[in-house]
């Protein structure tokens, strides 16, 4: 039986989604090949941090094991916050209209080396390839697919690490992401990622540990860096992995859910559903729940409040009316009726929700516009109040100037006649 095209997306969710590898094996002949340089770096970082963490909660002492773990803490959410504020909403989806050259210089200078995930640029042209599909539907192109195999194992596997393992075939869209130029600061933290990564990352904690308690602070702070590098990565590759595989809501335009349990990577993990079907929101998530399972959201608020970003992008309600519409009409999940009556009446119902779902979104639409004329109403208010106030001190200084100047003429007066 094939399904109803009450919604009709281009796609339906089981045609978008149904794989197009069998294996890991398959790849190769599609133009991927094993990364070596990045295979060694993430495994020697996960073997540092096995056996620098089981030194450090069974041997070290009390004292630098608390040292050592709040480092880990710093690093996780340092590296965490960068990651969903900076690099994903701030700048892959230009979730406000001005950056300030402050939050620039931190993030690339300082927090977002902490995710220890490439840099920036890379980051965002490889998080840009992954949002493309949502338009163009070319899903061999998104770098995280948690849909390319047969089996959720795979898929996970895949979607949470393995992909960050492979050199992944240059496309035509692979190189106009990349190439994107991006603001200067960011290009310049491109150039010398390698460099950020391994002072910050190795020589800051291992020399600040050895300062302050000789090699048990340094090897301390630095098993808190490696522990904290291997939690920031998997908490962020979640995203990829178990938001595209798992959850209660489906969002309409790709495989990510909502969740509303996966705080993790600090509110990318609640409303995926929500943050593919409206990218450019500097929110994760509509309506309540987004407001409780969204900490980024505070830190953008925060950043907007001291004047450091500015022009904050979100959904209208009309936009989200017609998201939620749409999302209610996707779960009906109709079958094609059997006879040719049944086939109408289908048609007629689809046809009345269609103009309904219209009517709900255009009325939400115009209490919207209302809302904005009354509120430029108000202000023009406002200024006419204040225009009133303005007139009425212009008035008086015209009363006085008009005095004074009576006054200095009949000062005039009795000096030409004294001295006539
Ligand atoms: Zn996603
Ligand atoms: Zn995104």
Request: proline share 3%; charged share 20%.
């Amino acid at each position: 039986m094939t399904k109803s095209t009450v919604t009709q997306q281009e796609l339906s969710a089981s045609e978008r989604d149904a794989p197009i590898y069998n294996s890991f094996s398959e790849l190769s002949d599609h133009g991927f090949s094993l990364a070596p340089g990045i295979c060694v770096f993430i495994a020697s970082v996960h073997l540092a941090a096995l056996v620098l963490g089981i030194w450090l909660y069974s041997a070290a002492p009390s004292a630098w094991m608390w040292a050592g773990t709040a480092w880990l803490v710093a690093h996780f959410l340092l590296g965490s916050l960068s990651t969903t504020l900076y690099s994903h909403r701030l700048i892959t989806h230009n979730a406000v209209k001005h950056v300030s050259l402050p939050v620039h210089l931190f993030f690339n200078v300082f927090g977002q080396i902490f995710s220890v995930q490439g840099s920036v640029r890379r980051w965002s042209a490889n998080h840009a390839l992954h949002h493309g599909v949502d338009r163009h539907g070319k899903k061999e192109l998104d770098p995280y697919s948690a849909t390319w195999f047969p089996d959720s194992l795979r898929n996970f596997l895949w979607s949470h690490t393995l992909t960050h393992l492979y050199n992944h075939p240059e496309s035509e869209e692979y190189q106009r992401s990349h190439n994107a130029k991006r603001h200067p600061v960011i290009m310049w933290q491109d150039r010398w990622y390698g460099l950020l990564t391994t002072f910050w990352i190795f020589f800051f904690p291992m020399g600040l540990g050895y300062a302050m308690g000789g090699f048990l602070g340094m090897f301390a702070l630095t098993a808190g860096s490696m522990l904290g590098t291997v939690a920031v990565q998997h908490n962020t590759w979640t995203v990829n992995s178990v938001t595209h595989l798992w959850g209660f809501t489906p969002g309409v335009k790709s495989s990510a859910t909502n969740n509303y349990i996966w705080l993790g990577p600090l509110g990318e993990g609640n409303h995926h559903g929500d943050h593919h079907d409206f990218p450019r929101d500097f929110r994760n998530g509509f309506g309540l729940s987004g407001w409780l399972l969204d900490p980024t959201r505070y830190g953008i608020l925060a950043l907007n409040a001291l004047g450091l970003v500015r022009g904050l992008n979100s959904a209208s309600k009309h936009e989200e009316a017609e998201i939620i519409a749409q999302r209610k009409l996707a779960e009906l999940n109709l079958f094609k009726p059997i006879t040719r009556e049944a086939a109408v009446l289908r048609e007629q119902l689809e046809k009345t929700a269609l103009t309904l779902k219209n009517e709900w979104v255009e009325a939400l639409a115009h209490v919207e516009k209302l809302k904005q004329q009354s509120k430029l109403l108000e202000r023009a208010r406002a200024g006419r109040e204040e225009l009133m106030r303005d007139m009425e001190l212009a008035q008086h200084a015209v009363a006085k100037r008009k005095e004074a100047f009576y006054d200095a003429v009949e000062r005039l007066r009795k000096h030409s006649e004294v001295y006539a």
